[in-house]
């Protein structure tokens, strides 16, 4: 009796492990990718977000208007410098194509991390110089990649675009993000800032 009811414990979860294996129970709808293919090798890809309207949640010491309402940052002396947000990340038809929480610490910012969230794609975590080069960049590498990501290196860049249109419902601007991956064998031409200046152009 009791062989026979590990035997159908057992059987029954490798069942509903091959179920949900072919038969997912979230069917996540992926927007379709709007990758540029660049002619010296890699891809690139731009993401953005709209302030204030896609700011999800801020953390900061002594913050005079908490987001989400309520929200009580931690008093710990370790945590007096650091700031966090998280937002809603939109590709270049203004779909919201996943999410970013940017992580600054020290006195004058000097660490900056990003971590983009595609919930079909997978993850991109990266680190950023604290000093904007040349045009308002400030560039980060790529150093770590989950699922389409993985095995992957490369740059992300991030500037502030203010908003020119004068609408009352516009926002007051947009975070732009660009990446700039290649698969691991392959090189990434040294002059990354100029590049990133002349994809903006572009």
Known sequence: MIKTLIAGIILGVAAGGAGLYYLPAVDQYRERSMITVNPNG??????HVNIPMDRI???APSQAAPLPVGLD????AELQGLRVELFKLRNQKDAVVGVASRMAAGETGNIIEWVLHL???GSLYVSMRPDAVEGGFRLGQLRAG???FDDM???LSERWVADSSGSEDAPAGRIELRTRIVALEEDIPE???QQVAEAEDS
């Open 191 to 193: 002059d990354v800032s």
């Open 57 to 59: 949640m801020i953390g």
């Open 146 to 148: 989950t699922r389409d």
């Open 42 to 47: 890699g891809n690139s890809e731009v993401f």
């Open 153 to 155: 290196h490369g740059q």
């Open 119 to 121: 919930p079909a794609r």
């Open 73 to 76: 940052w931690p008093g710990d």
